[in-house]
């Protein structure tokens, strides 16, 4: 009983405060109403059981959201983020999109026979979920990770238009290091 | 470990205040003895800050987010009771969760969100700088704390705080993993926006984050800085410090002892380190502390193994 109260109080509360981020005028407001609808997914995933999954999910999204919010703030050219302005673009279309999208979905997941359990769930039903979803790929998942990472230092390296020839001068002898912005170690 | 029915959160939250008090206390009597007058106005100060705030008039501002000001100036009070919420007090627990560390990691993660809000809401520049050199100091601690956080749940292969407490019969894991231990700590000071890591409310700002907090909201926001000490304290001691394990006394009391002791040094401690800032501490973070807690982590990895 309590948790079909949870479930339905919860399900609501996210799917609001997922529609408030396009309602709100304020990019804080919009980058934390849809924290908030993480916040409340994640809450939606312990009910299932998978404490892990969801209290990860919940840190991982109000951490990212922060970051959004701050990066939004700061880099809006002309800086718009400060003052109150519309969180959408291409009114009409968008809308006819995502709510077709949602029924779409929606139809989905009511529509589908959904099988009766058939035996019990496991003692760890967050290991035996990892396992389900990527057990013979379990190395390439790990490897998957740390290329990511890679992936993205090179990306940012390549982007930043400094070389070490500004940082060093032309042969790369200048210590200290002419930084704009002074390191914290001495160098 | 024994779960208590969930009327004693009240009993929880009530301990809570009385240590957060008592942290206010110890802190107006620091300061006053660090400003040569009696000790007696330290001990009443807080006394007397609470009834003040507690009557002034709310500043207002121009075009303030007042619902994320408010959210965000409240919110550190709730990250300090979500977090003792799975902290044990001897043989008791209010919530056994399997993934209290992980549990402790996501609330900590919310000062981000409050801290920000807090310096947002105001629609004042002075306190939105304090809340973007809140968020510098941010990218440079939360991944070394992250990783700190890791080193105790890979010693004791569980992410449970009563199990991981129970790991350290032996040894106290800030013993054999003092580096973990001690960016632990640095994170805390960091959560509660304390001492090294108060530049985000620095006179320099004109108060930066606090800048236009007055009022009730200016008590629950300095109050949840105290109280986010003590939770970080009492987190530290099943984690680090041997949980309830000691002589004499029964485990409880050790956790409160150990609690206060720790409590103690953070407040302490804010008169003796200099205040890092937050444009240089970046490279302190990413150059010196997270290759430092990943050896950590490396070492305590093999330990395990080697012991398994």
């Keep these: 009983m309590i948790t079909h109260v949870a479930f339905w109080i919860l399900a609501i509360g996210a799917a609001l405060t997922g529609a408030a981020v396009f309602i709100v005028n ?17 809450l939606q995933v312990l009910l299932l059981q998978q404490n892990y999954v969801g209290v990860v999910t919940i840190l991982m999204m109000v951490m990212e959201m922060a970051v959004m919010a701050v990066y939004m703030v700061m880099f809006m050219g002309m800086n718009p983020a400060l003052m109150p302005m519309s969180m959408v673009h291409d009114k009409r279309h968008a809308l006819a999109v995502s709510i077709g999208v949602f029924l779409l979905l929606a139809a989905g997941a009511l529509l589908t026979p959904w099988p009766a359990r058939r035996g019990t769930p496991p003692a760890d039903v967050t290991a035996a979920l990892g396992e389900e979803l990527m057990e013979p790929k379990m190395l390439v998942m790990a490897a998957v990770g740390v290329v990511m990472a890679a992936t993205i230092v090179a990306g940012v390296v390549l982007a930043a238009h400094r070389t070490r020839y500004d940082r060093f001068g032309d042969d790369l002898r200048r210590r200290p290091a002419r930084d704009p912005q002074p390191g914290g170690v001495g160098r | ?80 009771l979500m977090i003792i919420t799975v902290v044990p007090l001897g043989k008791w627990t209010l919530f056994d969760l399997d ?193 430092a807690v990943l050896l950590q982590d490396l070492l305590v990895a093999g330990i395990a193994l080697g012991r398994s």
């Design chain 2, 1 to 80: 470990m024994t779960v208590v029915p969930p009327p004693w959160a009240l009993a929880a939250a009530g301990l809570l205040g009385l240590l957060t008090l008592g942290a206010a206390v110890l802190d107006g009597v620091l300061s006053a003895r660090a400003a040569g007058t009696h000790v007696r106005t330290g001990l009443t100060r807080p006394i007397g800050e609470i009834a003040r705030l507690m009557r002034q008039r709310r500043r207002v501002t121009v075009a303030a987010d007042t619902l994320l000001w408010r959210i965000g100036g409240a919110g550190l009070l709730v990250m300090a």
């Design chain 2, 99 to 291: 993934v209290g560390v992980v549990w402790f990691n996501a609330m900590d993660v919310l000062a981000w969100a409050f801290v920000w809000l807090t310096g947002w809401g105001a629609n004042s520049a002075h306190s939105l700088v304090g809340g973007y050199r809140f968020l510098a100091h941010g990218l440079a601690y939360e991944l070394p704390l992250m990783f700190a956080l890791v080193a105790p749940a890979v010693a004791a292969s569980s992410l449970n705080v009563a199990t991981i407490a129970a790991a350290q019969q032996n040894l106290w894991f800030a013993v054999w993993m003092p580096v973990a231990f001690l960016v632990y700590c640095m994170g805390v000071l960091a959560i509660a926006v304390w001492g090294p890591f108060s530049p985000a409310l620095a006179p320099d700002t004109a108060g930066g984050v606090t800048a236009e907090l007055s009022g009730l909201d200016r008590l629950l926001f300095l109050g949840g800085r105290y109280a986010l000490l003590v939770a970080g304290a009492a987190f530290a001691v099943p984690m680090f410090l041997g949980g309830g394990s000691g002589p004499l006394l029964p485990a409880w009391m050790w956790v409160l002892v150990k609690t206060l002791a720790l409590l103690t040094a953070f407040i302490w401690l804010r008169r003796r380190l200099p205040a890092v800032r937050p444009d240089l501490f970046m490279e302190v973070g990413w150059v010196v502390l997270l290759p």
């Design chain 1, 26 to 42: 304020s990019m804080a407001r919009a980058s934390y109403a849809l924290a908030v609808s993480f916040i409340c997914v994640g």
